[in-house]
């Protein structure tokens, strides 16, 4: 089972700000927080992801909280292209670790004009 | 630098035969993830292979099998077709950062 809970959809309106909420409250302290996201019928893409630090991209910025339980992915000025699947995901590093991605149902962000 | 590319895009078998999906990593990467993405859910864990050997294998029955080259491209095969393996099959590829890039996925439709 998916170690993250999601909201199932989001609107958001072109050029405003995106705040996806994902709250993972078992996560352990080798695990880093990861976001893909899925256009139709294509494969996830890779957003970013963190362990405890804020961490900012070009795509997005991902804000992570003090206890780690839950986080944020920020999509400062979205446009319709970013209308998507997005997956949140739980996985440790290091060795030992296989880093199999466990996807939930993420959230189903449309973006509108 | 191509990323990750698979083949065919799409496929059409009938019940019993048997598939081959191929799978091409990002450049500089070792390790090769298959998943499986059913109509209307995420992406579900099928195996993955690292140095030729199947490192992890997710909730599979063993129709479902692969190999790893030496180039570290990668093969799926899944044997007696179900309708139920009808999905969009897909190949992630990792290097030394332990991101998993996703290509664009073999959409396999059983009849």
């Known amino acids: 089972d998916a170690k993250t809970t999601q909201p199932p959809s989001m609107d958001c309106a072109e050029g405003r700000a995106a705040n996806l909420p994902c709250n993972h409250s078992?996560?352990?302290?080798?695990?880093?927080v990861y976001w893909y996201r899925q256009i139709h019928s294509q494969g996830p893409q890779y957003i970013i992801h963190?362990?405890?630090n804020n961490e900012t991209n070009e795509m997005a910025s991902l804000i992570i909280t003090e206890d780690r339980k839950s986080s944020t992915l920020i999509l400062p000025h979205a446009t319709l292209r970013d209308t998507a699947v997005y997956y949140c995901?739980?996985?440790?590093?290091?060795?030992?670790?296989?880093?199999?991605?466990?996807f939930g149902q993420g959230t189903t962000l449309q973006v509108k004009p | 630098d191509a990323g990750v590319t698979q083949s065919p895009t799409h496929l059409i078998k009938t019940r019993g035969q048997q598939v081959t999906l191929r799978c091409s990593p990002k450049s500089g990467h070792d390790t090769v993830s298959w998943y499986q993405q059913a109509l209307g859910q995420g992406p579900q864990f099928i195996f993955q292979y690292y140095e030729e050997e199947e490192r992890q294998r997710g909730n599979f029955p063993d129709r479902f099998s692969g190999h790893q080259f030496p180039n570290y491209s990668s093969e799926l095969n899944v044997n007696a077709l179900l309708l139920g393996d009808s999905a969009l099959y897909l190949c992630?590829?990792?290097?030394?950062?332990?991101?998993?890039?996703f290509g664009p996925g073999t959409r396999l439709l059983v009849l």
């Open positions: 995901i739980v996985r440790a590093h290091g060795s030992g670790n296989t880093g199999k991605l466990i």
């Open positions: 078992t996560i352990s302290g080798n695990e880093y």
């Open positions: 992630a590829s990792t290097g030394g950062e332990e991101t998993q890039y």
């Open positions: 963190g362990l405890k």
